[in-house]
């Protein structure tokens, strides 16, 4: 039993470590999929890197595959336009070429 939580905490800080996160950030940048490319790209102001997974790029991926593509899309157009702070999630992997995008986070203010 002793064995089974120790591979199981393992296994979930092993996840936790390889994701990154950035908090309070605005959408710099939005870069549309293209012909070879099956991703939507941004950027994020005060972002030098995105996840360490791909050194010193600032560039995030959401590949249309992902099932929340089109909320994602929509919710970083939106913030974007609306100058608005977001939460990004990464999944510690790449998505054509770039840090994966796992989960976007925006809290409404009053």
């Not at 390889?18 to 790209?41: I, M």
């Not at 595959?65 to 994602?72: A, E």
């Amino acid at each position: 039993m002793r064995k089974v939580f120790w591979l199981f905490a393992g296994l979930m800080f092993s996840s936790i470590a390889w994701c990154g996160a950035h908090n309070n950030h605005q959408v710099l940048t939005v870069f549309s999929p293209d012909s070879s490319r099956p991703c939507l790209f941004f950027q994020m102001d005060g972002v030098s890197e995105a996840d360490p997974i791909v050194a010193a790029s600032p560039w995030f991926a959401v590949p249309m595959s992902h099932n929340g593509y089109n909320l994602i899309q929509a919710m970083l157009l939106t913030l974007f336009t609306a100058g608005k702070n977001l939460n990004i999630k990464t999944t510690g992997g790449t998505a054509c070429g770039f840090a994966e995008v796992d989960s976007v986070i925006f809290t409404f203010n009053r």
